[in-house]
């Protein structure tokens, strides 16, 4: 019975290439980083943004396996919806507050100041 448990994590340690081990220290590394400098909230941020773009893979995924034909209307929904929260939303709310929100907006050199800004 022990043997038969062992067996996928031994195929799992030996299908992992060096490559992919290397890889998988990169990304750790990089989170250890930007938690060091940024925080936790910035790790939070990266990883929504990341189930987001996984969701609307899999979704895509799943559509093109199972029909076999792609459908682009929600990808157009989902840039369309990214299109409507980053560039009108965020001018909105920059302009109730009295933050730059003409074409200062799109030229702020430090735009995670300008959202920390606005986020409070």
């Not at 990169?26 to 990341?50: C, M, N």
């Amino acid at each position: 019975m022990r043997r038969i448990l062992r067996r996928p994590v031994e195929a799992l340690i030996e299908s992992l290439s060096k490559a992919g081990v290397a890889t998988l220290l990169i990304i750790i590394l990089l989170f250890a980083v930007i938690y060091l400098r940024y925080g936790v909230t910035q790790i939070y941020a990266i990883l929504i943004e990341i189930a987001i773009a996984l969701i609307v893979t899999l979704s895509l995924n799943l559509e093109t396996g199972v029909t076999g034909i792609s459908q682009f209307g929600r990808v157009i929904c989902v840039i369309a919806g990214a299109y409507m929260v980053g560039g009108i939303c965020g001018r909105i709310v920059a302009l109730i507050l009295g933050v730059p929100s003409g074409p200062e907006y799109a030229d702020f050199m430090l735009n995670y100041r300008l959202v920390t800004e606005i986020n409070e």
